[in-house]
């Protein structure tokens, strides 16, 4: 009877039995209540709330229609500071899109009297024949037009970055040439401003050709600019309509341009230091129109082409370009008022607006100083005195000469260092170790086929190579009188050798990624030994800060590179200090070469752009390219380059990596075409967004587009692996078990009996060998066969004898310390017709 009153005892629930809420079924408290219990008591942040909680529906429409006020009010502030009193001429830069068109017609046309503008020759640009100033004062416009001619490309790109807007004159016909199409990449690249399109020799046709003329140009420009309109320039009426649209048409921001000031110079002084100071510098007066951001004199500021540079004072002379509402050419009296000042070469007064602050001005230093003591321990750790002690009761017993101090005795190579084991530290570049992969085999058989018996006596070899020296002098003396001995002369031998090695390397890697040939006069431990292998390209780890070269001590790297440009570009956009956008100036840049100046009398523009914080130091920067369509030759990794990344031109040897999320990047040999790629180099810190432009320079000196894209940003940090790719054939398979051949032809690749840590690539167990085998199976290599580099290897899966055994190895690489801010400058029709050629063969 007990049990059965315990069976109808009722069940009690645990601790850990679910307890759901009650449901409060409307006896919660009501607001007056709860006002009440308050008493007007409200927290701070129950009142902020409450006041936009509560903000009524009229107040919420009259707040966002202010923001949009706000925001028209400041772009049509922008837009009309354009050309008018208190902003900068309209620049205007004319470009001819082929080689039969007369750009100076198109000028000529502008500076009519019908088209009712006023020409001020003084407003142009100083060394460009055709430049000039143009006042329209029923427009309350002024310009300053430009036609660089077809002289040199950089020169046009360098335009385009200041200019407001482009006025591309087309061939009625056509439309553009190849050096046309060639320009237009360019521009594109970089960041097309506002273009107007005009075409010239219309109106010449019969009327019914006009129509199917203008139609069919405008099918062409479409291919370009979807959407463009065509204005026909071929009488000053015509020129009129053009001025009023180059005066009101939107302006396109350009990002590179419009968080910093630059200006175009109009007109250049130098005066050199005296001889005493030996520095062969001087000071160089530049005059123009602020443009972009207001302008700072303690910034530094970078020459386009040629270096950054210090201010030492900005000054405020006369505006050669008042506007003027009158058709007489008077000066009212708003237009150039100067306080009394310096004087200019001309006796006008100027106005000193800032000199530059010793303390306040930034530093010229582009490169970290290199402490070479940094590195040096003062006192060993209690790790080091251990693995010290170690070591000593570990140490070898060697048999040396009778009379051998310690001091002599440890400069005795032991046995493992007389058979070529060497630190690795002693080996030889990136480029040594590449230049093996591809040279090791064909070395090896060409002594082997030298010192086959088969080849023959020496005396037999010497008669041999006699009477092929005879044959050719034979083939040369009759090739004279042929035809094609012309087109021989004019070839350079080794230029084509070079480029026919570059072909092979090319398809080489194309048909078999990163695979090399294991050299079999040199062990494998030693030729590999700055390799090693990962289980997983994704998911294995490896260390940013681990074995950086001796070239990271020298640059710079931010904690964060995005925050720091938002903060550097949010600080620019709210400075109103200086002088400002509009201002006609002139700035006193110190310590400038001579050869700047030059290079403005040669007619090549000079433009100066004013540099945000931090931008004239070094780091690695990275870009983002596509390869250009109409270049086909193989760009190999750490081949030289000239770089256009935003206002800045370099050369440089960058290296190539795939565009991934991941935190290790591939890198390539070869800069691919079709795919996204990577670029990385050694350059001053730029704040994106900015348009790269890649050329490679001939021997001739032309340079060919090679690539287009973006700057991505700086990150030292960012680990791109070099891959080799050791292959091996399978020789007798038993299921799971094969015998592999070919990858190693030495018994000690895997049976070493110590094995440095350093050495170690991904053992399967302390004492097996020295690699570790991946395949597309999965595997490893359990012994070794012999003395020829066989090797037992098990699988997971069964391997077919088609099977290729293919074993991956990584190792980090850097770019090289190649930069370079001086590039000469090509000539445009030369770079043209070769890109022509290219596009015809």
Known sequence: MAGDGEQQRAHRAGIYKQKNKLHKHGKHRTKGEIERENKGRVSVMGLTKKQRREQKKIDRRHKANQLRRNKRDSVLTQKRSLGSRDGPPHLVVVVALHDGLNAEAVTHLLRGERAGGLVQEKAGVTGVPDSFGLVIPRFKQRFIFVNPGRVDLHSLLDLAKVADSLLFVLDYTVGWDSYGDYCLSCLFAQGLPSHVLVCQGVSALPVKKQVECKRALQRVAETRFPGAKLFPLDTEEEATLLLRHLGVQKQKRLGFRSHRSHLLAQHASYTPHPPDSATGTGTLCVSGYVRGRPLQVN???????????????????????????????????????????????????????????????????????????????????????????????????????????????????????????????????????????????????????????????????????????????????????????????????????????????????????DEVDTPIDTPARIRFQRYRGLKSFRSSPWDPLENLPPDYSRIFQFQSFERSRRRVLAEAAQEEEGAMVGWYVTLHIADVPPSVMESFQAGRPLVLVSLLPNEQKMSVMHMLVRRHPANTEPIKAKQELVFQCGFRRFRASPIFSQHTSADKHKM?????????????????????????????????????????????????????????????????????????????????????????????????????????????????????????????????????????????????VFPRWTYDPYVPLPSVREGGEKMEESKME
């Not at 386009?304 to 009212?332: I, M, N």
């Not at 237009?335 to 303390?359: F, H, I, K």
């Not at 006192?379 to 101090?405: F, H, Y």
Request: net charge negative; proline share 7%.
């Open 668 to 812: 390539e040999r070869f800069l691919s075409a079709g795919t996204p790629t990577v670029v990385s180099v050694y350059a001053p810190i730029t704040f994106p967004t900015a348009g790269v432009l890649l050329f490679k320079q001939s021997p001739e000196g032309t340079q060919d587009l090679v690539a287009t894209g973006c700057l991505l940003g700086c990150n030292p940090q960012r680990v791109i692996l070099k891959r080799i790719v050791l292959s091996g054939h399978p020789f007798k398979i038993n299921r799971r078990s094969a015998v592999i051949r070919y990858m190693f032809f030495n018994r000690g690749e895997r049976t070493a009996p110590s094995i440095p840590p350093v050495l170690l690539l991904q053992p399967q167990s302390p004492s097996t060998s020295w690699f570790k085998l991946w395949a597309d199976k999965g595997g490893h290599i359990k012994e070794a066969l012999g003395t020829h580099g066989h090797m037992k290897c098990v699988f997971e899966n069964q391997l077919g004898s088609q099977d290729t055994v293919l074993m991956n190895l990584y190792k980090r």
């Open 299 to 513: 910034r530094l500021v970078h020459i386009v082409g040629h270096g950054d540079f210090q201010l030492s004072r900005v000054d405020a002379p006369p505006d050669p370009l008042p506007l003027l509402f009158s058709t007489q050419p008077k000066r009212e009296k708003g237009d150039m008022e100067m306080q009394d000042g310096d004087q200019d070469v001309n006796g006008t007064a100027v106005r000193v607006l800032m000199e530059a602050d010793p303390s306040h001005r930034e530093s010229l230093q582009t490169e970290a100083e290199v402490d070479p003591m940094e590195g040096e321990q003062t006192w060993p750790t209690d790790t080091e005195l251990l693995e010290a002690e170690e070591a000593r009761k570990n140490k070898k017993v060697m048999k040396v000469p009778k009379g051998t101090s310690s001091y002599q005795a440890a400069w005795i190579l032991d046995d493992g260092e007389e058979n070529g084991e060497t630190d690795p530290e002693s080996e030889d570049d990136d480029d040594d170790d590449e230049d093996n992969d591809n040279t090791m085999m064909d070395e090896v058989e060409g002594e082997e086929d030298d010192e086959s018996p088969d080849s023959g006596s020496g005396c037999a070899s010497d008669s041999g190579e006699e009477e092929e020296e005879e044959e050719e002098e034979e083939v040369s003396s009759t090739g004279r009188d042929q035809p094609g001995q012309r087109y021989d002369e004019n070839m350079d031998e080794a230029e084509e050798g070079e480029e026919l090695r570059r072909y092979r390397e090319a398809r080489a890697n194309d048909m078999f990624p």
